[in-house]
Every structure is written in structure tokens, then in C-alpha cells.
């Protein structure tokens, strides 16, 4: 009984996981979720008997083994599929994707965070700055380029505004595995304590990183998923019925 209500638990995390994953195969530079689920602990089978403590003892004094029972699966945690997504050309000049192991740089206000999201565009006062107008972070701070200009990222993150190099781009990495929490909106927050490694990261100009949600492999995962939910189902069901039986028929024969 306990063990089918175990295996719906997880599976409503597994289908939650893959729709929050088909809910962003459009999200430029989403990294898709996993959920990862372990065994709980198993218990002893002992063999019982008509003994008044209830065990049938062996010589030495101690109760039969029979085995260990299983009592279902608990989830062990979500973990971040870091994978690059596809490469879409979009012959926007503020669009820069990264390739290889890497992240941008954003300052939020509330601290600095991480993303892979590469749409960005211009605030009012020249600064590049992401969708949601976080401030894009250079060598020297927040990027700013002179107004009306067309600057060229070359793949080391330098930025260039007539042939004149005015900053580069702070493109940075973390050891695996990678201790960062998604925050949402494409951004990854790290911890405070966690270090910072250079990033030999590519920078192509022009172009976005998609989702690296594969939709034909979730909707499989769903699939797959929703069947065995209601397996656990039937089994909790059919378990019911059962002690159901042995309460109300069972428990009132003569004798």
C-alpha cells in the first residue's frame, strides 16, 4: 500500500519536472530539469508464528530471516541537464550565444546572477543589458557602448566600436558539479562561497542558444510516466480492496 503511494509521490514529480521542461522548449537558453529518485530504505522479513511474542526463534534464540521488503522510491533531488541547446542564427548584432562551458555575467540589483541567455539589447543611457533589463557585465563593469554605435563581439568576449576595443565580456565557469540554483527567467544564482574559473567559452555574435529540452524525448518521458502513475494507482487501489475484504468479510467468519 504504502509502497504504490510511494510510486505516485515520485511520479508527480517526474510530470511536473517534464512540463515545467516542454513549458520552456522555446525559452532561449533553458536548461531542462531532471528528476532522480532512490530507493527507500528497505525493512527485514521476519517469520512469525503462534508464539505469544510472535517470532518462531531458531536454535540460538534468533527469529527467522526471510528477506527484505521493499518500501518504495522517494526522490532523491532535480538536477540541471547543462548540455548545450541549438544554435539559431538571427543576424541580430545584440544577440550572443555561448559555445562551449560557460556563462554570462548580469548584475540584477540583487546580486550577481548567471545565464546562458544571450537576447540581449540597449537600455536608455547606451548600457547592454538582458530582456528583463539586467545589466550585462564586462571587465570594467556593466557594458556601456556610445550611443548609436555598432560594436562587434569577437569569440573572446571583447567588444569592439570602430576597430577600438572597449571591453570584454565577463564569461565565467564553475567546477563540476556545478553548484548553481535556477532562480528563473534563464538565471542561475551561485553560491557565495562557490569559485569562479575562467571560461574558455566561444562567444558567436548574431545568433541564440535555444532550449536543450529534446520535445519528442519529454513527451516519451510523459508518456512513460502517466502509465506508471496509474499502475501505482490500480496497485493502491487493488491493495485497498483487499484489506477492505479482509476487515469487513474476512474478520467476521465464526471462529
Known sequence: LYGAAAAMQTEMVKQDVIANNLANVNTTGFKG???VFKEQMQQAVLRQSDRPDGLNLLPGGDPVFIGKMGTGAETEGVFVNYSAGMFRETQNPLDLALVGEGFFVVDTGHGIRYTRNGSFTMSDSGELVTSDGFKVLGANGPVQIPE???FVATEDGRIYVDNTEIDQLQIV??????????IGNSLFQAPEDAPVIPSDAQVKQGGLEGSNVNVITEMAHMIATMRAYEAASKALQGEDELLGKAVN???RLPG
Open 173 to 182: 565557469s564553475f567546477d563540476k558539479p556545478f553548484p548553481l540554483t535556477k
Open 148 to 150: 548609436g554605435a555598432q
Open 33 to 35: 530539469d531532471m528528476a
Open 249 to 251: 468479510e474476512v474478520g
